[in-house]
């Protein structure tokens, strides 16, 4: 029990739609960090955000955006939805300094997006 | 750019057996080293870390150990139970603030 949750945990959506996903962080984490884990495929940074501010993005279009709240919790929205975005979609908690500390960074469970 | 190369699997052994997953990495400067385990259906746990060179990381049975001359970070137990079936990811964390893992690699221990 790592303390993170996401929402929802599966969804279908249709190409052309958009989907939100929600993830709590865990109590004391600032920094939420978003993944896309395709079938097969290892996990591929997203974005972060800390303290409402996105602090880095990967390799993927805008039309991926995200949203920080006071109480640290965090959204992913998707645009315009590909069939190539169904994947795992994975958040990571953690306070900003755990990515050079080494401290453990805490994973929900994920939300498995399909597209038809 | 930073990148994990995992051994592909899947690797299948025999309960009990001695297990070897290799991973090495590409990084600039000295990132942490850590292996996540996804079961079936499941999110990532970490299993083990280590921040530094020639640390050891170790839990539930699994080391592996940080090798900065090789870029090395491999896993190694020493029997493997059924209830280890699962994915297994390596991954480094730079001051990019970000996890880089590699594609995981699937090990399936038959009783």
């Known amino acids: 029990e790592t303390g993170v949750t996401q929402s929802p945990t599966h969804l279908i959506k249709t190409r052309g739609q958009q989907v939100t996903l929600r993830c709590s962080s865990q109590?004391?984490?600032?920094?939420v960090s978003w993944y896309q884990q395709a079938l097969g495929q290892g996990p591929q940074f997203i974005f972060q955000?800390?303290?409402?501010?996105?602090?880095g993005r990967g390799n993927f279009p805008p039309r991926f955006s995200g949203l920080q709240f006071p109480n640290y919790s965090s959204e992913l929205n998707v645009n315009a939805l590909e069939l190539d975005d169904s994947a795992l979609y994975l958040c990571?908690?953690?306070?900003?300094?755990?990515?050079?500390?080494?401290?453990?960074?805490?994973f929900g469970e994920g939300s498995w997006l399909t597209v038809v | 750019g930073d990148s994990v190369t995992q051994m592909e699997g899947p690797v299948t052994l025999s309960e009990e057996a001695f297990l070897t997953i290799n991973c090495t990495y590409t990084?600039?400067?000295?990132?942490?080293l850590f292996w996540y385990v996804q079961y079936p259906g499941e999110g990532l746990q970490l299993l083990l870390k280590?921040?530094?060179?020639?640390d050891k990381g170790s839990n539930k049975g699994f080391e592996a150990t940080y090798r900065k001359e090789t870029t090395s970070f491999h896993l190694e137990k020493g029997s493997v139970q059924v209830s280890d079936s699962a994915v297994y990811f390596c991954?480094?964390?730079?001051?990019?603030?970000?996890?880089?893992f590699g594609t995981g690699t699937r090990l399936l221990v038959s009783p």
């Open positions: 955000y800390y303290r409402e501010e996105e602090n």
């Open positions: 990084a600039t400067g000295y990132p942490s």
């Open positions: 109590s004391g984490h600032n920094t």
């Open positions: 990571a908690s953690s306070l900003l300094g755990d990515y050079n500390s080494g401290n453990t960074i805490y």
């Open positions: 280590a921040t530094k060179a020639d």
């Open positions: 991954a480094l964390a730079t001051g990019f603030q970000k996890l880089v």
